[in-house]
């Protein structure tokens, strides 16, 4: 049986951590400051999308190996919404310098892939994958 829980700010984080409680039973309360609803793609999230509270929010963020492997695993839904939205998978194996002897690419080499994008394309993703997120 889950307990009340109040998640305060609903950046990729918070949403993360409040889908994460809510699908073990939780009932979760997500309390953010920007009252702007996410944009439904990418584009207008890059165009159109003001959360001031976020000083980042015009960067790259970069979501290492790991994480996207934990992602896909507990949250697809947010995977699923960042390949819709337009966040890019990329592998560092895949741009090696040239001054190393040996840039050839070798099986398992795909488990180093990361995702990238624009903070409000990750945040749109976050966000539209927890109002998709039942309560």
């Known amino acids: 049986m889950g307990g009340r829980v109040v998640v305060v700010g609903a950046g990729p984080i918070g949403l993360a951590a409040a889908m994460l409680l809510a699908a073990e039973g939780h009932d979760v309360t997500v309390i953010e400051k ?7 793609s ?31 695993a507990e949250l697809p839904a947010v995977a699923d919404r960042l390949e819709k939205l337009g966040a890019c998978r990329f592998n560092l194996t895949d741009v090696l310098p040239r001054a190393l002897p040996d840039r ?12 990238t994008g624009r903070r409000p394309v990750v945040e749109a993703a976050f966000a539209q994958a927890a109002e998709r997120t039942p309560v």
Do not use: I
């Open 104 to 115: 050839t690419t070798r099986a398992g080499d795909e488990r180093f892939d990361l995702v």
């Open 34 to 40: 920007d009252p702007e609803a996410s944009p439904s």
């Open 42 to 72: 990418g584009p207008e999230a890059w165009d159109g999308w003001r959360r001031a509270g976020v000083a980042q929010f015009r960067q790259a963020h970069v979501m290492l190996p790991r994480f996207r492997q934990l992602l896909e």
